[in-house]
């Protein structure tokens, strides 16, 4: 890797933290873990994702999962449905509670980012855009198959429960 790659890997990383920290301040207004908020995520991109793959993806024990799903429900933001194609197969679909919450997060996070972002002069912030689309591309290349999140605004992918 040239070190302009390990500049950008590095300034990459960084900035990752700094969201990272930034989400935890704004889950923690509304009583939700980062976890927590991306398994509501998962399930509002997808429509509904199987328990068993998503404890895959995230990479955590399906107990885990149970655990931050059974908190979820409660709070009546995510429900539990069996598949229609396979009823052993529990799907997790986001509520219309839920979908707002996400949206709420969503909005006032955003909102922070672009005070952020709005010290950056529009040249760097275009080419730090070109820059993660073409990483980007490059993963989806490397990994053909694979199902990407919906990205942002995409309400015509998700499935409202009552």
Not at 129 to 141: F, Y
């Amino acid at each position: 890797m040239s070190q302009a790659g390990r500049d950008f890997v590095a300034a990459l990383e960084g900035f990752w933290l700094q969201v990272h920290e930034e989400e935890r301040s704004f889950t923690r207004r509304w009583e939700i873990t980062p976890l927590q908020g991306l398994v509501l995520r998962m399930a509002l991109w997808s429509g509904g994702v199987s328990m068993s793959s998503l404890a895959q993806k995230l990479g955590i024990r399906p107990q885990t999962l149970t655990y931050l799903v059974d908190v979820l429900e409660r709070r009546g933001w995510i429900r539990r449905v069996r598949s229609s194609e396979d009823r052993r197969v529990i799907v997790l679909q986001a509520t219309v509670r839920g979908e707002k919450l996400s949206r709420d997060i969503r909005e006032a996070f955003s909102k922070r980012m672009e005070l952020l972002l709005s010290v950056a002069p529009e040249e760097d912030l275009r080419a730090g855009a070109r820059a993660l689309r073409t990483a980007r591309e490059a993963h989806r290349q490397a990994n053909p198959g694979r199902k990407e999140p919906a990205p942002k605004g995409h309400s015509s992918q998700i499935r409202k429960v009552r």
